[in-house]
């Protein structure tokens, strides 16, 4: 069994970005911006977003955080994307999800510029992914590729089975595994909440991606010896030994599932890890895009 280090692999993403970045320093050129918008005080959404504006700074580019009260109005965040819209200085736009319940997920997606449009959600972004066209694909299904290119996995002529049908993870994930693409080229399930074979249809995978925020879900009798496993959940589950007072569990039982494995993520350090890389690569391409432009 051999471990997928989402260490190894962002930081080898983010060393090549910095040094395109210390080229643009050593040019006198601007750099790539990103701003991210933050509404209300989830714990998970502040840790990710502020984790996301530290590997900016790593990979030397600028970022920009706005925040805004739970009980703000959609019509002021829309305000913000359109005034970031226009700024020619900011080359990638992102609003942590999920959203308070009076805001609507979609009417915010949908006013990104699209050229701006870092994660890869806006309807322009998913129908060009789905056509196999070059865009922005949301982070976490490209961290997942950008990890399975790095190891070389084989994927063409494989069986892969997805778990969980998101906008964000499962689905994107589904069509980038079936691309006529290297990785990609897979034959591909996508399995839900009411798939009814769920074991049987996992038995028979070569690579399952588990992304249904379920912790420990994926177990070793649902596993075929020599499976590549990719781990997307990120639970927090409650841990008194811990500063913080939790821990993050995978959506794989990794103790006993890992030893059937050829490759396997371990939570944390794999996936989570991929995300912040992918997101800094989609706001460089942002960035070069805007400047051929
Ligand atoms: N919430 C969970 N994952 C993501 C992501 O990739 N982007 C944004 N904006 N919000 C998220």
Redesign the pocket.
């Given at each position: 069994m051999q471990l997928l280090d989402g260490k190894i692999v962002s930081q080898a993403v983010k060393n090549e970005l910095r040094e395109k970045t210390d080229q643009l320093k050593a040019d006198n050129k601007r750099l790539p911006h990103l701003a991210a918008i933050l509404i209300g005080n989830d714990g998970a959404?502040e840790t990710?977003v502020a984790s996301k504006i530290k590997n900016c700074e790593e990979a030397g580019f600028k970022s920009s955080m706005y925040r805004f009260n739970t009980d703000t109005n959609e019509d002021t965040i829309i305000a913000k994307i359109e005034e970031l819209n226009n700024d020619d200085e900011v080359d990638g736009i992102?609003?942590?999800?999920?959203l308070p319940k009076h805001i609507s997920e979609e009417k915010i997606i949908n006013i990104i510029d699209p050229l701006k449009d870092v994660?890869g959600f806006h309807p322009i972004s998913v129908g060009k992914l789905v056509q196999g066209l070059p865009t922005f694909i949301?982070?976490?299904p490209y961290g997942v590729m950008l990890m399975l290119e790095h190891y070389k996995i084989e994927t063409a002529g494989k069986f892969a089975v997805v778990i969980g049908r998101s906008n964000?993870v499962g689905r994107p994930m589904s069509i980038l595994l079936s691309q006529n693409t290297n990785p990609g080229n897979c034959t591909v399930t996508l399995c839900h909440s009411r798939t009814t074979n769920l074991k049987e249809i996992c038995l028979q995978a070569d690579i399952i991606v588990a992304a249904l925020g379920k912790v420990s879900f994926l177990t070793a009798d649902m596993v075929k010896e020599n499976a590549v496993v990719i781990d997307v959940g990120i639970t927090r589950v409650e841990d008194a030994t811990k500063k913080s007072g939790f821990k993050i569990k995978g959506d794989v039982d990794f103790e006993n599932v890992a030893p059937k494995c050829s490759y396997i993520t371990p939570v944390p350090g794999g996936v989570g890890l991929m995300?912040i890389a992918a997101l800094l690569k989609n706001t460089y391409h942002a960035y070069i895009q805007k400047n051929n432009s």
């Open positions: 959404s990710y992102l609003v942590q999800l999920p994660d949301p982070a976490t964000i995300t």
